[in-house]
């Protein structure tokens, strides 16, 4: 366990002397959140750019990904599975589609739908993407021997169950 202080111990600790009324455990732990959060966004744009794509490209072509064979979905699918708006998933696939990411073909269920499936490039790409978060991902794990990890993997689940969808979890 670390016992060096940090930022957020300077940060509490001012809370602290300002308002001693009151309960800052909160400031301690979501401070470090947000601190952690960002690093993990620039771990995320260093590992996508070094494969060509940016963050949102990448969450699309994962949902494909993680489908399984023929790593394909329904627009609707798509949009469940990265949590935007019809709008923005028909540019994101526009795009991704322009660059040979992924590809548009009718629906054999209905014949005013499509199917977008991954590409060849689009599977090497995403996989490439993703073994190098991975690799980012456990530098930033590195300094919580492996069963810290698991503890804090159960206890964010925790904290985020108030927040899971219906179904989810």
């Given at each position: 366990m670390v016992d060096e202080r940090d930022e957020v111990d300077d940060l509490v600790e001012a809370w602290a002397r300002e308002r001693a009324d009151l309960d800052l455990d909160p400031v301690a732990?979501?401070?470090?959140?947000?601190r952690l959060s960002r690093h993990?966004?620039?771990?995320?744009?260093?590992?996508?750019?070094?494969?060509?794509?940016?963050?949102?490209?990448?969450?699309?072509?994962?949902?494909?990904?993680?489908?399984?064979?023929?790593?394909?979905?329904?627009?609707?699918?798509?949009?469940?599975?990265?949590?935007?708006?019809?709008?923005?998933?028909?540019?994101?696939?526009d795009r991704l589609a322009g660059r040979g990411l992924v590809e548009r073909y009718p629906d054999p269920e209905?014949?005013?739908?499509?199917?977008?499936?991954?590409?060849?490039?689009?599977?090497?790409?995403?996989?490439?993407?993703?073994?190098?978060?991975l690799d980012a991902e456990r530098d930033l794990l590195a300094g919580l021997p492996a069963r810290d990890q698991a503890r804090l993997a159960v206890l964010l689940r925790a904290l985020l169950a108030p927040f899971a969808e219906p179904g989810q979890g």
């Open positions: 732990v979501f401070s470090r959140i947000s993990l966004d620039l771990a995320r744009r260093e590992a996508f750019s070094a494969h060509g794509i940016e963050s949102w490209e990448f969450d699309v072509l994962a949902a494909l990904r993680r489908a399984g064979a023929p790593y394909e979905l329904s627009p609707g699918r798509l949009l469940r599975e990265t949590l935007v708006t019809s709008g923005t998933m028909t540019n994101r696939v209905d014949r005013r739908g499509v199917i977008v499936r991954l590409t060849p490039e689009g599977g090497a790409t995403v996989d490439g993407a993703f073994e190098a978060l």
